[in-house]
């Protein structure tokens, strides 16, 4: 029922930009706080950004300055713009949707390799 599916990963240069799309179904979409995060071989999940249902957003410090995360209630999407990408940001980068204590939907993934 509930579905969030992420696209715009791919392979990129250093130096260059992506935009990330993730479109969410099976929930009242404008209630859910939204992230992403991203997970590096032999490394943890880490927060990447998150935009609660109010707008507050959170950055990473790895990543201010360089990342946008912004929403559209209207398609029911979160976006995560990347620029001035660097080789330490390949990932598998997962969009996340939360409500209250323990309550989260999560993507499939989707591969960002930064690479020359």
């Known amino acids: 029922q509930v579905q969030l599916v992420e696209s715009g990963g791919g392979l990129v240069q250093p130096g260059g930009s992506l935009r990330l799309s993730c479109a969410a179904s099976g929930i009242m979409f404008s209630i859910y706080n939204m992230g992403w995060y991203r997970q590096a071989p032999g490394k943890q999940r880490e927060l990447v950004a998150t935009i609660t249902n109010d707008g507050t957003i959170n950055n990473a410090d790895s990543v201010k300055g360089r990342f946008t995360i912004s929403r559209d209630n209207a398609k029911n999407t979160v976006y995560l713009q990347m620029n001035s990408l660097k080789p330490e940001d390949t990932a598998v980068y997962y969009c996340?949707?939360?409500?209250?204590?323990?309550?989260?939907?999560w993507g499939q993934g989707t591969q960002v390799t930064v690479s020359s």
């Open positions: 996340k949707a939360g409500r209250g204590i323990g309550i989260g939907f």
